[in-house]
Nanobody
Framework: QVHLVESGGGLVQAGGSLRLSCATSGLTFSSFAMGWFRQAPGNGREFVAAVDLSGENAYYPDYVKGRFTISRDNAKNTVYLQMNRLEPLDTAVYYC???????????????RGQGTQVTVSS
């Protein structure tokens, strides 16, 4: 059974940083693209970051580019999201996702974790 478990969320002031982790099990981690999505109250899920199998190529939407960095450690079956210069609009539940083919639509990923809350105060 596949498990994706996010951690590292919390409350932070605007301008601060958080590092999210997503530990996986039950899948061949190096064979899956990994991604992060988020969902704020009343909003749909939106793409935050994705990384390919090797970790050499990462993708970001404009609203996080330059502030967020996705990385993966294939030896530890874990993907990370370093979030810097956080803004109140970044407040959301952040989900880790895995898929055989990297996608940008939140509904197209094969597996998803339960999420971790990130709250940014002004």
């Amino acid at each position: 059974q596949v498990h994706l478990v996010e951690s590292g969320g919390g409350l932070v002031q605007a301008g601060g940083s958080l590092r999210l982790s997503c530990a996986t099990s039950g899948l061949t981690f190096s064979s899956f693209a990994m991604g992060w999505f988020r969902q704020a109250p009343g909003n749909g899920r939106e793409f935050v970051a994705a990384v390919d199998l090797s970790g050499e190529n990462a993708y970001y939407p404009d609203y996080v580019k330059g502030r967020f960095t996705i990385s993966r450690d294939n030896a530890k079956n874990t993907v990370y999201l370093q979030m810097n210069r956080l803004e109140p609009l970044d407040t959301a539940v952040y989900y880790c996702t895995a898929a055989k083919i990297l996608r940008f639509d939140p509904d197209d990923w094969d597996y998803r974790g339960q999420g971790t809350q990130v709250t940014v105060s002004s």
